[in-house]
């Protein structure tokens, strides 16, 4: 059983930053894929940010140019950085990864972007 656990989130003004952290059991680099999906009050869990075992990197429209993912395999860590912070980037963000056909989820944490 793979455990994530994210860190990092809180509250931040629009245009602030914050880099959220998702510390997995073990090395990011056996998953296939790792992402961050974000659930905002009243909406279903989306896509935010992937990131494959080679390196390639999608995002969604709406982060485009303001987040960036990556990881650290010394630190079994996945990181996301988040820029130009907006209202709408509130809600529960959660880490994904997958090996084979296996998901496994973080407990998620919760990001507030003020106006």
């Known amino acids: 059983q793979v455990e994530l656990v994210e860190s990092g989130g809180g509250l931040v003004q629009t245009g602030g930053s914050l880099k959220l952290s998702c510390k997995a059991s073990?090395?990011?680099?056996?998953?296939?894929?790792m992402t961050w999906h974000r659930q905002g009050p009243g909406k279903e869990r989306d896509l935010v940010a992937s990131?494959?075992?080679?390196?390639?990197?999608h995002y969604a429209d709406s982060v485009k140019d303001r987040f960036t993912i990556s990881k650290d395999g010394s630190k079994n860590t996945l990181y996301l950085q988040m820029n130009s912070l907006r209202p709408e980037d509130t809600g529960v963000y959660y880490c994904?990864?997958?090996?084979?056909?296996?998901?496994?989820w973080g407990q998620g944490t919760q990001v507030t972007v003020s106006s």
């Open positions: 990131l494959t075992v080679g390196d390639t990197t």
């Open positions: 073990e090395n990011v680099f056996n998953f296939n894929r």
């Open positions: 994904n990864a997958n090996i084979l056909s296996r998901h496994f």
